[in-house]
């Protein structure tokens, strides 16, 4: 499915750090640390194009050659991530701003405005270049275009990307009326009359406007989009059958990657878990189950990872032994195929020169390298699950829309979209069911069951497919603050959940009255019904018009109210039943996980573990169970009947019984 043939096991590879004389030695070693792939010339672009226009390819010729005799296929970037010092100097207008007005200085990388022409011309010029003269190099297996597209800079609020926003702008409303209706100008005074006045959203003396805000998010992910397409469309005119593919960088807030996916061959991921916190687990599981749901569930590639310690948190632990390990095959696990690593060796200069690399300052003779030459060699007897897919019953609903306006000023409270829907997932991981993410909109027909967490944002559309869930005979779970607004952010009136009548409130039987955040700390309990247990964050008033309140506020502003109820479908109607649950605030982890087991029974889905097990996984793909304790104590687990014992921080897999 990703076109390989093995788990590719690989780095990247940053030869222009080196003399020449390391070259040899690195593809010797690579071969011993049992590698198969290098990403190379992520930023060479300065070398490779010392002055406008004077190429030196001589360089990479010789080492792509290297690679290429010592059996390491290689993954071409465009080198177009960090441009080169003239280029500023040249077009000091292609240089990012920040929202307060301050232009970024080059010293770094990524040191150029998305909309910005002449990083766009020089840019394209090279990767045309290297396409023409790599496109049939018998080492190259894919192309890796620029590198974590937004990561340093995403919005940028120069001339120019205003420029391009208005273009956007017109682009997607057509006249000015329609704009100053979708973004409600009547209020504050912010009629515009004609689109050269408009502007980006760059600091201001209050509240911006929302729906521009959310409008500058878009443009902002569909400007680097746009710059992607572009350098993919030109490596497709001279290599055809190579996949392409770019970095994307697991749950990452600035760019939407359901609208990225389409345009990778295959889905790559950078994720860096940090090993001092107990519960990255969770996101480094779900990251994994997202790049998967990305490629439609097909296999993608870890492009980076480190190997232990990075250099760019506060304090840089160390991955503990057998956790690099774990987090390997924790990726391959849920789709992965390929395990790759920031970087092959680890610099002696520059900003990167604390940060973890395959072959350490102390050389082979280490534990990193020792342990990940163990990787490569366990990795190349997995071949069996190369090509496979992970089959899940349960989606999440992830939408970028939610996040970006979700966390935006002067709502009822700040909120971590990202913390919230982890909170969610959790439930399921703890008992070991594996869980797909899915977008907004997107047909729900291959899932027993759609959980929907703070689905702020959603079109009309988008909720009736969530509420079709239900009718179906499925299972459906809403949570608070869902279907709230359009996607111009204009409320839904009449009881949210898609407004007045709606599909999703006729599903649920519940419209909501009003909301009341609670102070972040405060708990209160739910009683009064089949589920029992604390909730955090949220209390809401819910009309309840047809359904049964499973549990009722028992204190705080909404005390006496309901917070669960579920109504059911189709029970007597000759179809399956189904059933539609509201959640009228954040349950705590031992409620989500009482509630996790109700919504499985309702689904008809069984779970692996019997009962919450954190800090252990299982997942099964391509015939294979994977089992990981992400904890530092030795686990005991027991799934239908077999029962596993796994070290600190073991993972172990094996064939399932059929
Ligand atoms: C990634 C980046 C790599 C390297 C790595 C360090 O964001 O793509 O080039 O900087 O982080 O963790």
């Not at 970037?77 to 929202?99: C, D, G, M, Q």
């Not at 990255?280 to 232990?308: C, F, H, I, N, T």
Request: proline share 5%.
């Amino acid at each position: 499915m990703s076109g390989f043939s093995s788990i590719r096991f690989g780095a990247d590879y940053n030869p222009e750090q080196w003399p020449k004389a390391v070259w040899d030695e690195d593809v010797r070693l690579m071969r011993g640390a049992h590698m198969t792939s290098a990403t190379v010339g992520v930023f060479s672009w300065a070398k490779l194009e010392p002055r406008p226009g004077e190429y030196n390819f001589e360089w990479l010729d010789e080492v792509l050659d290297k690679l290429h005799e010592g059996g390491i296929r290689v993954i071409l970037a465009t080198a177009t991530a960090s441009p080169p010092a003239w280029l500023a100097r040249l077009h000091p207008e292609s240089l990012p701003v920040k929202e307060d007005g301050t232009r970024l200085n080059f010293g770094s990388r990524q040191h150029f405005s998305p909309s910005s022409s002449a990083y766009r011309t020089y840019a394209m010029r090279l990767v045309h270049q290297i396409a023409a003269r790599y496109h049939s190099h018998p080492a190259l297996e894919a192309w890796h275009i620029n590198n974590e597209y937004g990561c340093h800079v995403s919005h940028s609020y120069d001339d120019e990307s205003a420029a391009a926003f208005r273009a956007w702008l017109t682009e997607r409303y057509g006249t000015i009326e329609a704009l100053n209706e979708a973004w409600g100008t009547a209020f504050w005074s912010q009629a515009y009359s004609e689109f050269a006045e408009v502007g980006v959203p760059a600091q201001a003396p209050a509240h911006r406007n929302p729906a521009q805000l959310l409008d500058f998010n878009r443009f902002s992910s569909d400007a680097l989009l746009a710059l992607h397409r572009e350098e993919a469309g030109i490596v497709r005119e001279y290599s055809q059958g190579v996949p392409i593919t770019t970095n994307f960088m697991g749950f990452f807030p600035r760019v939407d990657y359901w609208r990225w996916a389409e345009h990778v061959d295959v889905v790559s991921d950078d994720a860096y878990p940090d090993p001092a916190d107990p519960d990255s687990y969770v996101l480094l599981s779900a990251e994994r189950d997202l790049m998967r749901s990305l490629g439609g569930g097909k296999p993608w590639l870890l492009m980076e990872q480190a190997p232990s310690a990075v250099n760019w948190r506060d304090r840089n632990m160390p991955k503990a032994p057998g956790m690099n390990r774990l987090h390997s095959l924790n990726a391959v696990a849920r789709g992965a195929d390929a395990v790759c690593y920031f970087q092959w060796r680890q610099s002696v200069a520059g900003a990167e020169k604390f940060h973890s690399a395959m072959l350490p300052h102390f050389g082979t003779e280490s534990r990193i390298h020792r342990e990940v030459q163990d990787l490569g060699r366990e990795l190349a007897g997995l071949d069996a699950v190369v090509g496979t897919e992970v089959k899940a019953q349960v989606a999440i609903v992830l939408d970028w829309d939610s996040w970006w306006a979700i966390e935006q000023e002067a709502v009822p409270a700040s909120r971590d979209y990202l913390e919230t829907v982890l909170a969610w997932y959790a439930g399921f991981l703890r008992r070991g069911v594996e869980v797909d993410f899915t977008r907004a909109g997107a047909s729900t027909a291959g899932y027993q069951l759609v959980v929907v967490p703070v689905l702020h944002v959603a079109s009309t559309a988008a909720l009736d497919e969530l509420a079709s869930v239900a009718t179906r005979g499925n299972t459906l779970v809403v949570s608070y603050q869902s279907g709230v607004l359009d996607p111009q952010l204009h409320a839904y009136t009449g009881g949210y959940l898609g407004g007045v009548g709606s599909a999703l409130q006729q599903a649920l039987g519940v419209a909501v009255e009003e909301v009341a955040p609670l102070a972040s700390a405060e708990t209160v309990t739910l009683l009064d019904g089949s589920i029992q247990g604390a909730a955090t964050d949220w209390q809401e008033r819910v009309e309840v018009r047809d359904a049964e309140v499973l549990a009722s506020f028992d204190d705080g502003f909404a005390a006496g109210q309901p917070a669960i109820t579920r109504r059911e479908h189709g029970a007597n109607s000759g179809i399956a039943p189904g059933a539609a649950w509201y959640v009228g605030t954040q349950p705590t982890a031992p409620l989500m996980d009482a509630l996790v087991e109700r919504w499985l029974a309702d689904a008809g889905i069984s779970a692996a573990f019997a009962a919450p097990e954190p800090g252990v996984e299982t997942i099964v793909r391509g015939g294979f169970r994977f089992t990981g304790n992400h904890t530092a104590e030795p686990r005991t687990v027991t799934i239908a009947g077999k029962t596993w014992e796994l070290e600190p921080y073991g993972a172990h897999y094996e064939p399932i019984a059929t």
